[in-house]
């Protein structure tokens, strides 16, 4: 029984370490997640931005500019191109290791459920141990208790049957 109460006590322990590299994991998921975030807000402003500068453009060619502005508008085209094209690419590579966290969650989430399986199962063993130990303790108090009341009344019989003789 102290074996198994043992064994109760590791498994509990490593249940406790299987949670906390869960959490650990998920922080850093978490984080990577704020990051594709970042980025996605990053390339929506730029979005915005592009679209600021095409209605700018438009202003110019309806005011007839648009050939004096073109180097201006070609410039700035290929920034924002330049930009959106460094921004997706930090975004592939940051999504790559958002999925690379989010299995290595998975690993630790599925570590975690089987650790608590083999808690759990140990934990009912111990339980039936107990209960079967707690049966067999009251099936010998239960027995001695029969015992002492079969030997009060035999000791009560005994002790009246001399009497009943003198008599």
């Given at each position: 029984m102290e074996q198994h109460e043992k064994l109760v006590e590791v498994r509990d322990a490593q249940l406790q370490s299987a949670h906390a590299e869960l959490a650990r994991r998920a922080t850093v998921r978490n984080r990577i997640r704020q990051e594709v975030?970042?980025?996605?807000?990053?390339?929506?402003?730029?979005?915005?931005?592009?679209?600021?500068?095409?209605?700018?453009?438009?202003?110019w060619i309806q005011q007839g500019g648009a050939l004096q502005r073109g180097k201006d508008y070609a410039d700035q085209h290929l920034k924002i191109a330049a930009l959106e094209n460094d921004l997706e690419e930090e975004r592939a590579s940051i999504v790559e290791c958002l999925l690379e966290a989010q299995q290595e969650v998975d690993a630790a989430r599925a570590r975690t459920r089987k650790q608590y399986e083999a808690l759990t199962q140990i934990m009912d063993v111990v339980g039936q141990m107990k209960q079967k130990?707690?049966?067999?303790?009251?099936a010998r108090n239960v027995q001695r208790s029969e015992d002492a009341v079969a030997a009060s009344w035999y000791l009560a019989?005994?002790?009246?049957?001399?009497e009943a003789r003198h008599e």
């Open positions: 975030e970042r980025v996605e807000a990053a390339l929506q402003a730029l979005a915005a931005q592009r679209a600021a500068w095409d209605q700018q453009w438009q202003a130990r707690r049966q067999e303790q009251e019989r005994k002790a009246t049957a001399p």
